[in-house]
């Protein structure tokens, strides 16, 4: 059943809505559970919307097995998703750095206070986005170190290969998972690819992986496979790269290449020099599970994310 959860009247002379999909059984429900799927945050982020469609499509074919409620929101930025815009146009806002939003504030403090308090009973919320364009990323599920041991066994059920422990005090307030988890809902945040494209094979594994957790969750009986094991990163197996200089990044290996201490990640040229100003390397032995695809960086851009063991 499609339903609107909050309007707002813009001053154009239109109407902005965010709208949901809720999905319940025709009968009694069994545990009264109800997992929220959000995605849309921001408008440039395409594999959430696969996403929604597919387990929409799956979940109405097997409508019989549903058991509890599942209320998928596709577009939390409806006017981002419309204009192809990662923020909030024409105020230029990032949505994900306004939660929780006040009733008292402006129209975007309104609009995320809305959605706050719209989730604020849910049992679990499953909150899908998508890399920036500067970097590559391997897909992961998010989640904070005070997350209990619930919260981990649905991110564990999630069928992506890692689930990366955020400290935190550097979990990034502002964002919809950390107003969440701060009212006692939890979150997790799903990195599914990156953003203006889909990719139906990792989109579809997800989608596995979401009904095995409303299989955890209670809110589905039907069939529910899930093959991978995720390896679990925290803070100190996880090291930043960043560069020194600016210029012209030329990587020297891909996305889950294993490294070794001292390897060459990547190298940045200054074009009209014609000469490599700095070579940057393997801090430590791992995998590089981030990797800069937008070639033009600046002092301090990141460059890579290496997960493996810890410095000597």
Known sequence: MIETVMSMALPVGEVLRIKKNRLM????????KRLCIVTGIHGDEMGGQYICYELIR??????????????????LNPMGLDTYNRGFPTFDFDLNTMFPGSPDGGMIDDMAHSIVEELADANLCLDIHANNMHVKEAPHVRVNDGSNEKTMEYAKSLNLE?????????VKEGSLAYALNERGVPALVIESGIRMETDDVLCNKIVDGIFNTMKCLGVWSGKADITTE???????????????????????????????????IGVIAKPILGAVIEEITAPMDGMIFTLRRYPSVREGAMIARIVGGSHD
Not at 26 to 32: C, K
Not at 238 to 253: H, K, M, Q, R, W
């Open 58 to 75: 799956r979940i109405k074919a097997e409508y019989d097995r549903l058991t509890g409620i599942v209320d998928i929101y596709p577009a």
């Open 162 to 170: 890692a689930v990366w422990v955020h400290p935190s005090n550097v």
């Open 25 to 32: 059984p025709d009968g009694p429900l069994e545990q009264g």
């Open 230 to 264: 995720p390896d679990i990163w925290v803070d100190d197996r996880v090291e930043f790269i960043n560069c020194d200089s600016t210029g012209l990044f030329i990587p020297a290996v891909s996305l889950f290449s294993q490294v070794k201490k001292g390897d060459l």
